[in-house]
């Protein structure tokens, strides 16, 4: 696999909560980093759902506690080649019971990067979620309509 500008790599894709904001302390809670979240997993579930009908499905959100960060995962038991087809991993063409692991045919796959395109497609967009439904909590907790 060519790694290169046009190659992302592994990496985790988390939305800041606000640099020197205290998130708790404006009243909006998780609210505001789940919506944000939701444009990258939203876009994430429409780029695999080109070439899978597993992965989409597979795509979740999930909030910290305190709603200061948030975790856009895919895979898992309901898609287990999400992470294959993510970063490119090699995999099995076929296994076989009477072979060990090391014996069988393994094959790099094309990388088919949804998650990361996704949160570097869609990066502005979730700021500006996230920002309107922080200063909208916090106009509501502070008397303003």
Same mark, same amino acid.
């Given at each position: 696999m060519t790694k290169g500008p046009d190659m992302p790599g592994p990496r985790s894709h988390r939305l800041p909560a606000g640099? &020197? ?8 809670? !998780? *609210? ?5 979240? #939701? ?8 780029? /695999? ?14 909030? /910290?506690?305190? !709603? *200061? ?25 076929? &296994? ?5 692991? *090391? ?21 502005? *967009? ?5 920002? #309107? !439904?922080?200063?909208? !909590?916090?106009?509501? #907790? #502070?008397?303003?309509?």
């Amino acid at each position: 696999m060519t790694k290169g500008p046009d190659m992302p790599g592994p990496r985790s894709h988390r939305l800041p909560a606000g640099q &020197g904001i205290s998130v708790g302390r404006l009243g909006a809670g !998780g *609210k505001p980093m789940r919506d944000a979240a #939701n444009v990258i997993a939203a876009s994430a579930r429409a780029r /695999s759902g080109a070439w899978s009908r597993r992965v989409p499905l597979s795509v979740k959100v999930s909030v /910290s506690a305190d !709603g *200061k960060s948030a975790t856009i995962t895919a895979g898992g038991a309901e898609a287990p080649q999400a992470a294959t087809f993510e970063l490119g991993l090699s995999h099995p063409v076929y &296994g076989r019971p009477t072979m060990t692991r *090391k014996e069988w045919t393994w094959v790099k796959q094309i990388a088919r990067p949804f998650l990361s395109a996704a949160a570097e497609a869609q990066a502005t *967009k979730a700021a500006d979620v996230w920002g #309107n !439904g922080v200063i909208t !909590g916090w106009a509501r #907790n #502070n008397g303003f309509r």
